[in-house]
């Protein structure tokens, strides 16, 4: 054990603020500000709150965000919010006049989550934050996501901290088409996706495995609609381990959506709230093996609120209990 891990925190972050709540996507969508209220109502009826280090969305996203999107692009989304239109691109990412402020927010959220896993303040971080960024490509707004929050993450660890080799892990039932393009080329960055297939955005075929020197670093592993906790978990097995004990990741980042769950009116899989903690656990031994347990978890999809709770509280609760 090194001199860094001996004075490393073991306790969980906690990236929240009611910010988040201002992002507005109209009447009955379901990506909507209930979304973290039911996670924040259950994590302290849970008594795990009271536990749980809270870290502030206080690092300037700005400069990182142009990492991943254009700065035409991050100017687009601003005039967009700003406009009263609605929307950024496409009806399906709904916007408001505030949004592109939250949307900053939710950046800085992750970006200060890193930051205080890198000080050893915490030894991992769930950020309950929106609006969601694994749909948003470089260049476009998509499914619900205006930036790619784990996309600018991973380059602010790259950049800012110094590490070589990320792994994204993204259990989404939709797959993050926007993370998976922004490094399908890219050798330090491992992105693995299990999603439901077919279902939106239409990619993440198993063939799809990367390019060039990044050939091999993108997993992409669909499953038909009604699978459940076993063909996740093995799909972790049989795919995520061996590749990511190859790869050596030096911080591991989590794109937790909880759609996959088995009452979620936006999908057809069947993984339960446990099965969420099992995958989380997973993902844990993972980070204790090559990455100092350096994991910061960020909310994606989810959208049952009850079916949400619990996930999330399995969620959590295995990132802070795990030795």
């Known amino acids: 054990?090194?001199?860094?891990?001996?004075?490393?925190?073991?306790?969980?972050?906690?990236?929240?603020?009611?910010?988040?709540?201002?992002?507005?996507?109209?009447?009955?969508?379901?990506?909507?500000?209930?979304?973290?209220?039911?996670?924040?109502k259950r994590l302290e009826a849970s008594g795990l709150l009271k536990?749980?280090?809270?870290?502030?969305?206080?690092?300037?996203?700005?400069?990182?965000?142009?990492?991943?999107?254009?700065?035409?692009?991050?100017?687009?989304?601003?005039?967009s919010c700003l406009s009263g239109q609605g929307y950024v691109d496409t009806m399906d990412s709904p916007a408001c006049e505030e949004s592109y402020d939250v949307a900053l927010k939710a950046v800085s959220g992750v970006l200060s989550a890193v930051d205080a896993v890198?000080?050893?303040?915490?030894?991992?971080?769930?950020?309950?934050?929106?609006?969601?960024?694994?749909?948003?490509?470089p260049e476009k707004a998509m499914g619900f996501c205006l930036f790619n929050n784990v996309a600018v993450a991973a380059r602010y660890i790259q950049k800012k901290h110094k590490l070589k080799k990320i792994l994204i892990v993204d259990w989404d039932v939709h797959h993050g088409n926007g993370t998976h393009d922004v490094f399908y080329d890219d050798p330090t960055v491992m992105?693995?996706?299990?999603?439901?297939?077919?279902?939106?955005?239409?990619?993440?075929?198993?063939?799809?495995?990367?390019?060039?020197?990044?050939?091999?670093?993108?997993?992409?592993?669909?499953?038909?609609?009604?699978?459940?906790?076993?063909?996740?978990?093995?799909?972790?097995?049989?795919?995520?381990?061996?590749?990511a004990r190859k790869f050596k990741p030096d911080f591991v980042l989590i794109s937790a959506g909880f759609d996959a769950h088995v009452a979620?009116?936006?999908?057809?899989?069947?993984?339960?709230?446990?099965?969420?903690?099992?995958?989380?656990?997973?993902?844990?031994?993972?980070?204790?093996?090559?990455?100092?347990?350096?994991?910061?978890?960020?909310l994606e999809g989810g959208y049952g609120l009850s079916g949400l709770a619990d996930s999330v509280e399995e969620h959590v609760s295995q990132m802070m209990k795990y030795e």
């Open 1 to 40: 054990m090194s001199v860094e891990q001996v004075k490393r925190s073991k306790s969980t972050g906690l990236v929240y603020d009611d910010v988040y709540l201002k992002h507005l996507t109209g009447p009955g969508h379901p990506e909507c500000p209930e979304r973290l209220k039911a996670i924040m």
């Open 51 to 79: 536990r749980l280090v809270r870290i502030a969305p206080s690092v300037e996203p700005m400069e990182w965000i142009k990492t991943v999107h254009s700065a035409g692009y991050v100017k687009h989304v601003e005039k």
């Open 118 to 137: 890198m000080a050893g303040k915490v030894r991992n971080v769930f950020c309950a934050i929106r609006p969601p960024g694994h749909h948003a490509l």
């Open 191 to 243: 992105y693995f996706s299990v999603h439901q297939y077919p279902h939106y955005p239409g990619s993440g075929i198993a063939a799809q495995t990367g390019s060039g020197a990044g050939k091999g670093t993108t997993i992409n592993v669909p499953l038909a609609m009604g699978s459940c906790d076993k063909e996740l978990e093995d799909s972790f097995k049989v795919s995520l381990f061996p590749a």
């Open 264 to 298: 979620d009116p936006l999908a057809g899989l069947g993984v339960t709230a446990k099965g969420f903690g099992r995958l989380t656990g997973m993902v844990m031994k993972i980070a204790s093996e090559s990455g100092e347990n350096r994991i910061v978890s960020m």
